[in-house]
């Protein structure tokens, strides 16, 4: 029978290799989306990824990488925007929050 002593150590290994497992999970999930992100053709298609990652997934990436997708995110939709602007040359006028354009 293993000592108490035996038994921590089993443990401890046991946590560390899970530790070690959700870490390269959540650096796995992260590189998945930031790559995902990047191939976004457009606003649309960016926002229909980014609803994929749900408060389920978010719980899965640790802070740093749920950072970096954010980061990735925000850097695409900068991008996509830019080439929005210069492909309607800046010309696109804003959308009135009221329906035909009535005041």
């Keep these: 029978m293993p000592s108490d002593d035996e ?12 530790e070690t497992e959700r870490v390269g999970r ?4 992260a590189a998945q989306y930031t790559a ?3 191939l976004a053709t457009g606003v649309a298609d960016l926002e229909r990824m980014a609803r994929e990652l749900t408060p389920k997934v978010k719980g899965e990436l640790q ?3 749920l950072a ?6 925000a850097t695409r939709l900068g991008q996509l925007k830019a080439e929005d602007a210069a492909t ?6 804003a959308e009135s929050p009221v329906p035909n354009r009535a005041a």
Excluded: T
Aim: net charge neutral; with cysteine.
């Design 26 to 29: 959540s650096a796995e999930l």
């Design 68 to 73: 970096h997708v954010r980061k990735a995110y």
């Design 88 to 93: 309607h040359g800046g010309n696109v006028q």
């Design 63 to 65: 802070a740093k990488d």
């Design 7 to 18: 038994v921590g150590q089993q443990d401890a290994e046991a946590l560390a290799r899970q």
């Design 36 to 38: 995902c992100f990047g």
